[in-house]
Structure formats: C-alpha cells, structure tokens
C-alpha cells in the first residue's frame, strides 16, 4: 500500500538553529499537510499546499516556518530558528481528492523534534 | 478554539464487549468526519468516516453514528479486540480540499 514517507525519524537540535524536516507524499496525490503534535497534545493543523503554493496556513505557522516542494516527489518543512515550543512530532499528510479518497488524508509515521 | 470535542480522555472496555468513542463539533460548515487511529510514535492511521448526508457507516467491527443535529457523532468497535488499544482521534473538514481539525484523542484500553 501507498505510503508517506518522513525523514529524519528523530531529530535533536540546538535552540536558534535551523531545522528541515522532509516528506515524500504519496505520488498521485496533489495537497499536501504538515501537521505537528506536541506531546500530550492534540493534532494541530500547520499548514496546506497545493499547485506549488500555500492553499491555508494556521496561527501556528509564522515566519519562522516555510515551506517547499523542490522537486516532483519531496515536500519539505523548514523551521528558520527553532524554539524550545517547537519541540513535537511533526506529521506530513497528503490528500487523492478524487474518488472513495477524496476526503481522506494519509500521514507519516512523523519526525520528532527536540529543541535543547 | 475547540471546533472538535472528545470529552473522555480515556476508556477501558473489556475484551470482546463494546467500545463508544464520542466526539462533538461546534462548526456547522463540517461536512465530513473521520476517525483515526494512532498508536506510539506512529502516524494517525485512518480508520473510518462519514459524510455530512448520512448518518451511518459501517465497516466491519467499527461502526460510525452522526447526529447532525446535535452536532454528534461516535464511533463503535464491536467486538472489541486487545490490538484495539491506542489513541482514537475525531477529525472533521469542511470542504473536501480544507484542513483537518482534530479532537484532543481518547486512549482506548482494551483488557483481557
């Protein structure tokens, strides 16, 4: 079955630094999500992307966060300098629209982030 | 801002009995609903979902119920199974291109 895929699994960094979590979508897929969910927390929307621009953003993603699609197959989040509150895991989703799917996201198995 | 509401942070059912997971919504624009799974340090895994024109869905041993009116909907695990155990999310969107909005979660145990 077709999956996404999220790299790296774990990633530890220095407050202020810069970090890029990347995603591989599922390949007929045309929308694509970053989600994030700080621990013991719900599962926050952070931002959607569609036709190689930002279709919907929240609260949550300032100017700290981008994002890009650099070539046809990754999908990527980059935070410019990290806080500590960024520590989560961050999830990528991405979105068929068409058929039984349409209205399902399919998510990674996340990227965690731990900001010292 | 909690568009999306699961009361019960956590239930415990017994093997083999029946799992109620509930969820509420303040948004009349949602149109369609899911339940997503998640265990540890695992994506949310989609489960099953409905849309806004019906009131029931069923697939297999998880069944989904919307009350539109009293903006409403749970899901239903029968029987329920030791692998059942995780972290059950309601999500609801409104509009098929939109976001996710997601409850807070509620742990299922289910136990021996």
């Known amino acids: 079955e077709p999956e996404v895929t999220q790299t790296p699994s774990h990633q530890v960094t220095q407050m202020g630094q810069e970090v890029i979590l990347r995603c591989v979508p599922i390949s007929n897929h045309l929308y694509f999500y970053w989600y994030r969910q700080i621990l013991g927390q719900k599962v926050e929307f952070l931002v959607s992307f569609y036709n190689n621009e930002i279709s919907e953003k929240s609260e949550i993603f300032d100017d700290q966060f981008s994002v890009e699609r650099p070539d046809g197959s990754n999908f990527t989040l980059k935070i410019r300098s990290t806080k500590l509150e960024d520590s989560a895991m961050y999830f990528c989703?991405?979105?068929?629209?068409?058929?039984?799917?349409?209205?399902?996201?399919?998510f990674g198995a996340g990227s965690r982030l731990t900001v010292l | 801002d909690q568009q999306v509401k699961q009361n019960s942070p956590s239930l415990s059912v017994q093997e083999g009995r029946i799992s109620i997971l509930n969820c509420d919504y303040t948004?009349?624009?949602?149109?369609?609903f899911l339940w997503y799974k998640k265990y540890p340090a695992e994506g949310p895994t989609f489960l099953i979902s409905?849309?806004?024109?019906?009131d029931k869905n069923e697939d297999g041993r998880f069944t989904v119920f919307l009350n539109k009116s009293a903006k409403h909907l749970s899901l239903h695990i029968v029987p329920s199974q030791p692998g059942d155990s995780a972290v059950y999310f309601c999500a609801a969107r409104a509009g098929t291109a939109s976001k996710l909005t997601f409850g807070t979660g509620t742990r299922l145990q289910v136990t021996l």
């Open positions: 948004n009349s624009m949602f149109d369609y």
């Open positions: 989703a991405s979105n068929n629209l068409r058929g039984s799917g349409a209205n399902v996201l399919t």
């Open positions: 409905i849309s806004s024109i019906k």
